[in-house]
């Protein structure tokens, strides 16, 4: 079936540094979803991507969708203690009504104020 | 808007027990549903999902089981807990093709 893997599976990081996470699919994806954990907390949906070389940014956060849609990138720009978190990436197997995601091991991100 | 309610947040049970977790989403129709456990420090594990009433499918062979009687109602059961069924227990919800919603989950600790 098809595998989404994720590197680093953890980061740590002084307040201020940037941050890279990276994701790799076995399968061409339809979309490729972000999520965000918080420590304790449960996954929550931050943005999805869908076009061949898309990029997206949100405030700090830049998401891009790779040429052939097979690998994405999460860059967060000078960290904050509130980026603190597992980043999850997330890619669509199963078609029609039969839809599921195939997540990524997540990346944790530390930030040390 | 869609809500998606899940109980009990922590639960603490003996190894051979049984299990009941419950899962309401709101404020949406025909949703497809899915549980996950994610052991300490890991990723999402997809246990079960269904695409409506009545229907299930497993994703990992295991002494777990899921049921859906209402549209919007998803149940994860055990007859008999093992130690390694201990976990964080989430509950998500999407619209075919679409982003996932993730309930605040549950807590199993099994002893």
């Known amino acids: 079936g098809q595998q989404v893997m994720q590197i680093p599976q953890y980061q740590h990081v002084q307040e201020g540094e940037d941050f890279t996470t990276y994701c790799n699919s076995s399968?061409?994806?339809?979309?490729i979803q972000w999520y965000k954990q918080r420590p304790g907390g449960h996954p929550v949906f931050l943005i999805q991507l869908v076009k061949s070389g898309e990029v997206k940014k949100q405030k700090r956060l830049t998401f891009q969708f790779g040429e052939a849609k097979k690998n994405s990138s999460l860059h967060i720009t000078a960290t904050q203690t509130t980026d603190v978190g597992t980043y999850f990436c997330a890619g669509p197997e199963g078609g029609g009504s039969n839809y599921k995601l195939t997540f990524g091991k997540g990346t944790l991100l530390t930030v040390n104020p | 808007s869609q809500t998606i309610h899940q109980w009990p947040a922590t639960l603490v049970q003996p190894v051979g027990s049984p299990l009941s977790l419950e899962c309401t989403v709101e404020?949406?129709?025909?949703?497809?549903l899915y549980w996950y456990r994610q052991a300490a420090g890991r990723g999402l594990q997809l246990l079960f999902y269904s695409v409506g009433i009545g229907q299930i499918s497993s994703e990992v062979p295991q002494n777990l089981s899921a049921s859906r009687p209402q549209d919007r109602q998803f149940i994860l059961s055990s007859k008999k807990l093992l130690l390694s069924d201990s976990g964080f227990y989430l509950c998500?919800?999407?619209?075919?093709?679409?982003?996932?919603?993730f309930g605040p989950g549950t807590r199993l600790t099994v002893l």
């Open positions: 998500a919800w999407s619209v075919p093709i679409d982003t996932q919603y």
């Open positions: 404020g949406t129709s025909n949703p497809n």
């Open positions: 399968t061409t994806l339809s979309n």
